[in-house]
């Protein structure tokens, strides 16, 4: 009885440590700062925009919308594609 006990626990912990790597989500830091440069560049819009003004602030936060929604859809495709293989074993 001792043996099984022993071997189910290394089994949750390997399974936990497996496991842990689809806790962390979201980007990389290094790409935050890539992505934050290059929406600075795109709302200057070749120095028309300076930034502050209100144009240079609605380009950024529809930027930001763009790429939350963007997140949210490969999020949801991640998830019904795990449905979809529970659902669909072969």
Known sequence: MRPQFARLHILLLLAAA????????????????????????????????????????????DRDAQRNASVVRADKKQRDLGEYMLNNPK
């Open 18 to 61: 497996l496991l842990a790597g689809c806790l962390e989500r979201g980007e990389a830091p290094p790409l935050a700062g890539t992505l934050t440069q290059d929406d600075d560049t795109y709302c200057r819009a070749g120095g028309k925009n300076a930034p502050g003004s209100p144009d240079y602030v609605y380009c950024r936060r």
